[in-house]
T-cell receptor, first 116, second 115 residues
Framework: DVKVTQSSRYLVKRTGEKVFLECVQDMDHENMFWYRQDPGLGLRLIYF???????EKGDIPEGYSVSREKKERFSLILESASTNQTSMYLC???????????????FGQGTRLTVV | AQSVTQLGSHVSVSEGALVLLRCNYS??????LFWYVQYPNQGLQLLLK??????LVKGINGFEAEFKKSETSFHLTKPSAHMSDAAEYFC?????????????FGKGTHLIIQP
């Protein structure tokens, strides 16, 4: 069974802390993504990576960074957590495919982060 | 650029009634279209997808969707709602080769099933 695993389901952090959210996939996918989910806003792409050590900004990268040192692992970093980063964070992965193929993404269970 | 519009943030239907969740998209390239479902405190699970070929797509749990290019729509339907269908549903589009820039999601529709 395919799997995307996020290291924590729930996290509570203090304002100003450096926060690491970890994601591991076992499907040998090239692409990995971090989304943020907020009520009424749906899912918004923070960062994505299509290869080891490669990263690209998504729609809302401000206040975040990422790291991909190994193909199976993609980390989201909040350099200095703020209360407006309280949210549900979802990691996803997919194969890199040529044009004409599907690009289905597989999701982790999510990490609900509260910054106090 | 791509975008997805889901009409109705909340949809309420009676158990046994038809479920219809609306999705319209815009894309500058031929789109790949997806419906995902999210149960409380869970990640997203793929319901169905359209890539190429037959425009009526069948998915899991009795759901299906029809791709209508002329209407730029990909509405999700189920003939008879079940209590277990209560969840958040997201429509998404991916139009680029490789999918490396991820999916663009709608804001979601919360489906409520009345007993």
């Amino acid at each position: 069974d395919v799997k995307v695993t996020q290291s924590s389901r729930y996290l509570v952090k203090r304002t100003g802390e450096k926060v690491f959210l970890e994601c591991v996939q076992d499907m040998d996918h090239e692409n990995m993504f971090w989304y943020r989910q907020d009520p009424g806003l749906g899912l918004r792409l923070i960062y994505f990576s299509y290869d080891v050590k490669m990263k690209e900004k998504g729609d809302i990268p401000e206040g975040y960074s990422v790291s991909r040192e190994k193909k199976e692992r993609f980390s989201l970093i909040l350099e200095s957590a703020s209360t407006n980063q309280t949210s549900m964070y979802l990691c996803a992965s997919s194969f890199f495919t040529i044009i004409g193929s599907n690009t289905e993404a597989f999701f982790g269970q999510g990490t609900r982060l509260t910054v106090v | 650029a791509q975008s997805v519009t889901q009409l109705g943030s909340h949809v309420s239907v009676s158990e046994g009634a038809l479920v219809l969740l609306r999705c319209n998209y815009s894309s500058s390239v031929p789109p790949y279209l997806f419906w995902y479902v999210q149960y409380p405190n869970q990640g997203l699970q793929l319901l169905l997808k359209y890539t190429t070929g037959a425009t009526l797509v069948k998915g899991i749990n009795g759901f299906e969707a029809e791709f209508k290019k002329s209407e730029t729509s990909f509405h999700l339907t189920k003939p008879s709602a079940h209590m277990s269908d209560a969840a958040e549903y997201f429509c998404a589009v991916s139009g680029s080769g490789g999918g490396a820039d991820g999916l663009t999601f709608g804001k979601g529709t919360h489906l409520i099933i009345q007993p």
